[in-house]
Nanobody
Framework: VQLQASGGGLVQAGGSLTLSCTVS????????IGWFRQAPGKEREGVSC????????YYADSVKDRFTISRDNAKNAVYLQMNSLKPEDTAVYYC?????????????????????WGKGTLVTVSS
């Protein structure tokens, strides 16, 4: 089982980035995917999660109306479109998988309930 986050980088405030999470060793049909982030000196937090049905999505209040999660099961990939980036979005972003995740808020708020994790990708937003 592997998850690989990519797409991070340096961007100016107000800019956009799209993160990708590609998975291998399992099928996305049975796993919800979440995006989490950890800034220096801060606890890891849930940014956005989807669900296996697609009916339940979660966004942290701090990213609502700016970030969008989406997936392409055929490509075994989940994306996080990040717009209107702010310096406070600076963090290492991780993707993680939740087996049979149905209610996004229930696992997105508690990162230690996720089953598998990938290595992170650094997003730096300059002011």
């Amino acid at each position: 089982v592997q998850l690989q986050a990519s797409g991070g980088g340096l961007v100016q405030a107000g800019g956009s980035l799209t993160l990708s999470c590609t998975v291998s060793g399992f099928t996305l049909d049975y796993y919800a995917i979440g995006w989490f982030r950890q800034a220096p000196g801060k606890e890891r937090e849930g940014v956005s999660c989807d669900s296996i049905s697609g009916a339940s999505l979660y966004y942290a209040d701090s990213v609502k109306d700016r970030f969008t999660i989406s997936r392409d099961n055929a490509k075994n990939a989940v994306y996080l479109q990040m717009n209107s980036l702010k310096p406070e979005d600076t963090a290492v972003y991780y993707c993680a998988a939740k087996y049979k995740g149905l209610r996004a808020g229930s696992y997105c708020r508690f990162y230690n309930t996720m089953n598998y994790w990938g290595k992170g990708t650094l997003v730096t937003v300059s002011s």
